[in-house]
């Protein structure tokens, strides 16, 4: 089992920027991919960027060139800088960690952006 704890979300201006955090503990051996989702209200869930463990990234076409993924692997920790944030960015955004054939979700951090 593999338990995902995210923190760094809050309210922002638009414009402004967050970074998220996402720790991975427990049986972490073997994770793979890691990154994260997001769910804006009456919306499905929708991902936002990824991270290999060799770190190839991959990213929704929405948050290019604004948001940077990236990982300590020695942390088992992936973080999201969000940078010029939009209202449209505003959504609970969740950490996951894939470790064939289990896919692990955190509980989801609130990011607000306010116009």
């Known amino acids: 089992q593999v338990q995902l704890v995210e923190s760094g979300g809050g309210l922002v201006q638009a414009g402004g920027s967050l970074r998220l955090s996402c720790a991975a503990s427990?049986?972490?051996?073997?994770?793979?991919?890691m990154g994260w989702y997001r769910q804006a209200p009456g919306k499905q869930r929708e991902l936002v960027a990824a991270i290999s463990s060799g770190g190839s990234t991959n990213y929704a076409y929405s948050v290019k060139g604004r948001f940077t993924i990236s990982r300590d692997n020695a942390k088992n920790t992936v973080y999201l800088q969000m940078n010029n944030l939009k209202p449209e960015d505003t959504a609970i955004y969740y950490c996951y960690a894939d470790q064939v054939p289990a896919k692990y979700w955190g509980q989801g951090t609130q990011v607000t952006v306010s116009s």
């Open positions: 427990g049986s972490t051996f073997n994770i793979n991919a």
